[in-house]
């Protein structure tokens, strides 16, 4: 094939390249000058160069296309360049469909804590103090007060309302506290008189869970009592949550 394209381009390929450290010399013969007999077949002279041009192939590689080559290897990744800018806001998507309802929660259970409880029997003060316990029971919601100790137990911390009703004594005193734990809160006091009354005390406390409510009659540094019979209830306890609160706060 090499040979074939050398034909077709021969007249942009071929050169006349003299023969390297050749000079043109002329040469001269005595007889020169003369013409060759007729008939003898003779070259007439040359007048000039004696010696014939070498011709010489010349391939230009330049303009020689070969096949395309295989696919290298792909190189290693470079560093990754410096980060660009945010680019705008993209429109608002339209609103989606209406997902499936969930299942139903557990219903909110609301807790409730109340008692009343009443005394039927008479109380004089001894030596020491002591609390006043009942023997009545109106109400005492999941037994949250407790019948042998005469105090209410909270099960449920939040805000409490307290009220205490008691008949006082003919010609004695009548000396009461509403306790929160071991504190005093509130006094029920009545003094000695020939006639007997009705006394009440009410107020709200916030109570943490296992804290106790209770009535406590004062000790003997003065005689004191509260009046109750059998046939009617004299004395009264009462208490219930207002509102609760989480953790007692």
């Not at 303009?63 to 945010?86: F, H, V």
Request: charged share 20%; with cysteine; proline share 5%.
């Amino acid at each position: 094939m090499l040979g074939v394209f050398t034909l077709l381009s021969l007249g942009s390929l071929v050169a006349l390249v003299r023969p390297p450290n050749v000079h043109a010399v002329r040469c001269r013969r005595c007889c020169d000058h003369l013409e060759p007999a007729e008939g003898s077949g003779d070259q007439p002279p040359t007048r000039g160069f004696n010696h014939v041009p070498e011709v010489r192939t010349y391939i230009n590689m330049t303009i020689l296309k070969g096949d395309k080559g295989e696919r290298g290897d792909r190189g290693t990744s470079g560093k990754a360049g410096p980060e660009g800018l945010p680019g705008s806001r993209g429109p608002m998507g339209s609103k989606g469909s209406k997902g499936q309802a969930g299942l139903p929660g557990d219903a909110c259970k609301v807790q409730h804590s109340a008692f009343s409880v009443g005394r039927r029997k008479s109380l004089h003060s001894v030596e020491s103090y002591q609390a006043l316990v009942f023997d009545t029971v109106f109400v005492n919601l999941d037994d949250h007060f407790n019948m042998f100790d005469g105090k209410f137990l909270c099960r449920v911390p939040g805000i409490y309302f307290f009220n205490v009703n008691i008949h006082t004594w003919n010609f004695k005193e009548t000396y009461l506290h509403i306790m929160h734990n071991e504190r005093e809160q509130a006094i029920v006091y009545a003094q000695p008189s020939d006639r007997s009354i009705m006394q009440s005390q009410s107020l709200m406390l916030r109570l943490e869970l296992k804290d106790e409510v209770w009535i406590r009659l004062y000790k003997r540094e003065r005689e004191n009592a509260i009046y109750s019979d059998d046939v009617d209830v004299y004395i009264t306890f009462n208490g219930y949550i207002i509102t609760g609160t989480q953790g007692g706060n």
